[in-house]
């Protein structure tokens, strides 16, 4: 699996961004983002140069839009055609969404716990979805200082309950980023099976190949037997073969696969871009192993952690908790879940 950082939440001077779009495009080159969406309020204005610039750059561009309602904000990205915004009401959003996936869109909630009324109408998440399964991401973090927002442990809430409730839905950090302001942010890690495409991240984001991280690279993987399960994937306890889950590279399955061993294996990287965070302020301490949202292992911090585990039908995660500008015991990494059949 290769890992790309991506950051898909950012304005320019199209909307209320103080960046240029070469401003945005340099900056992120500078931080060592791999692919960029461009997410300008309810107008796509900017993306034709937006394109034309990450393409000089060598950064591959998305091309999106943040939906901004008084009921709420949704970046939509590669949609091929245009879903009007205007016309969705608090009750009606699930026909909004399945009209951008018709149009090949990918879907997140941003900011679900934003402050709204009445200092901010319409950036807390306030729309009634009925059909869960339309949503493809939701930011867990948002701008800067994400880890330590009271927003923050909302949004985990949220997500855990959707998970619980049979939902596969994507976690993502959006660094909603209007300006060069050098203020500590989360990254978002995309995997794929090759090189960084288009296509491959749309796919990335659908699925839940994503890690994210305010400080080292971080992600996990399952084995079962001779099985890899990233991110995403599910893993079957029946001894029943799934397909499409598990990565090509996992080799071929055999029969009674449900009775063998679970291993959870844990990479940290403190290296991976690191430029990117302050090792004095942002110190990994400890590694937890959340299944069905409760906490099966706790381990010290180490380069790379091996724990077995007793699968149960629901999904599996990794976080890493430590000291965060000041801030004691903060979450700073987590991975998206592998899925347990």
């Known amino acids: 699996m290769h890992w790309y950082p991506v950051e898909l939440h950012t304005h320019t001077c199209h909307s209320d961004g103080d960046f240029t779009v070469k401003e945005l495009v340099r900056t992120a080159k500078r931080d060592g983002y791999r692919a960029l969406a461009l997410t300008d309020h309810n107008t796509a204005s900017g993306v034709e140069e937006f394109c034309r610039e990450a393409k000089k750059q060598g950064i591959l561009p998305i091309r999106g839009l943040e939906w901004t309602t008084y009921h709420g904000h949704m970046t939509v990205l590669e949609e091929e055609g245009y879903t009007d915004w205007r016309g969705a009401g608090p009750e009606d959003i699930d026909n909004a969404i399945r009209a951008i996936h018709k149009n090949g869109g990918v879907v997140g909630i941003a900011h679900p716990f934003a402050l709204g009324d009445p200092v901010n109408t319409g950036y807390r998440w306030e729309f009634q979805i009925k059909d869960w399964t339309q949503v493809d991401c939701l930011e867990v973090w948002s701008r800067n200082w994400a880890p330590r927002r009271i927003q923050t ?137 959340i299944v069905n949202g409760t906490v099966r292992d706790v381990v010290p911090v180490r380069g790379k952690v091996k724990l077995d585990i007793q699968p149960e039908k629901g999904w599996a995660r990794a976080e890493l908790y430590g000291r965060y500008y000041e801030t004691e015991h903060c979450r700073i990494a987590v991975t998206n879940p592998v899925y347990i059949d």
């Open 153 to 289: 442990e909302r949004a985990f809430a949220m997500w855990d309950d959707l998970l619980r409730k049979g939902f596969h839905i994507t976690a993502v950090t959006g660094r909603d980023w209007h300006r060069d302001d050098r203020l500590p942010c989360c990254y978002t890690w995309v995997g794929m099976f090759g090189e960084l495409t288009r296509e491959g991240l749309l796919d990335a984001l659908r699925q839940g190949r994503v890690c994210l991280t305010a400080g080292p690279f971080f992600t996990m993987k399952l084995f079962q037997g001779h099985r890899e399960f990233f991110p995403g994937d599910t893993l079957s306890v029946s001894g029943r073969f799934c397909p499409g889950t598990g990565g090509p590279e996992a080799g071929t399955p055999g029969t009674g696969a449900g009775e063998e061993k679970v291993r959870a294996e844990v990479l940290l990287d403190r290296d991976v871009l690191p430029g990117t965070w302050e090792k004095k302020q942002v110190v990994p301490e400890e590694i937890c192993l």
